[in-house]
């Protein structure tokens, strides 16, 4: 193989190392935020039960009045009995009394409940913390790989754009060299940075392939004899059908 097919298959190496580096960072911020997703339902649940808390804890509060205005009732009629002389009168009076007594008992009961139910649902909530944080500290392990495979892409791609100029140095040696020697390969490297900028293909595609059966090895399409018999003679050929540079291993 000539020498400056092995180098401009050097150079396309660097490039596709490049933005195989590129693409696996632009897939960072969509990984990040499904990390983030995996614990988004433990936080709702936990939202949920600390709502259900605060409601509940409100209705023990709630009792506390409603047992003030009974028990302010029950001093009323007690100041009043102390006043009545009649039997009668005294016994009605006490009766009230009585009622009052069975009403606070029966909200204390009901207050009881209410504070029987917030302790269950503060039980419920210190579980829904626990798996809040279990999720968390699970998507914190996704996120620092993904922080570190960030930190990796970027060194690397700044390694391998730093060494490019050489690359591409010795590619132009390689391709004057050829020249000097009557090859036909005076623009491959604009061809090839051409190609490289295209659209047409994905950037993570090689656009310098070898012959496969007398076939590009990109597009598959049969190269015509005469483009296969230049290949042959290490002559700078583009595959007529996707514009590739062929090359014969
Ligand atoms: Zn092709």
């Not at 997703?37 to 409601?55: F, H, I, P, S, T």
């Not at 006043?83 to 005294?90: M, P, R, V």
């Not at 007398?214 to 003679?233: E, T």
Request: hydrophobic residues 40%.
């Amino acid at each position: 193989m000539e020498i400056w097919i092995e180098k401009l298959l050097e150079l396309q190496e660097l490039d596709l190392r490049v933005s195989k580096m590129h693409a696996q960072l632009a897939e960072v911020p969509q990984l990040r935020s499904q990390a983030e997703l995996q614990y988004r339902n433990e936080a709702l649940a936990l939202v949920d039960a600390q709502e259900e808390l605060k409601v509940a804890e409100v209705e023990v509060k709630s009792f506390d009045s409603e047992i003030a205005v009974l028990q302010a009732r029950k001093r009323d009629f007690q100041s009043k009995s102390a006043l009545i002389k009649n039997n009668d009168e005294y016994r009605a009076a006490l009766l009230q009394i009585e009622m009052v007594n069975q009403a606070i008992a029966s909200v204390e009961e009901r207050q009881l409940e209410a504070m029987f139910k917030v302790d269950q649902l503060k039980e419920k909530v210190s579980l829904r913390e626990k798996d809040f944080l279990a999720g968390k500290a699970r998507a914190q392990v996704v996120l620092e790989d993904l922080e570190t495979r960030r930190k990796n892409c970027e060194r690397l791609i700044s390694e391998l754009n730093e060494s490019r100029p050489g690359v591409v140095a010795e590619l132009e040696d390689a391709v004057r060299q050829a020249v000097s020697n009557g090859g036909e390969c005076g623009n491959c490297v604009s061809v090839y940075t051409r190609l490289r900028s295209s659209k047409t293909y994905s950037s993570l595609t090689p656009c310098v392939v070898p012959l496969e059966d007398g076939a590009c090895g990109r597009c598959h399409l049969k190269v015509p004899a005469q483009q296969r018999s230049d290949v042959l003679k290490s002559k700078l050929v583009l595959c007529p059908s996707c514009g590739a540079i062929v090359y014969q291993e």
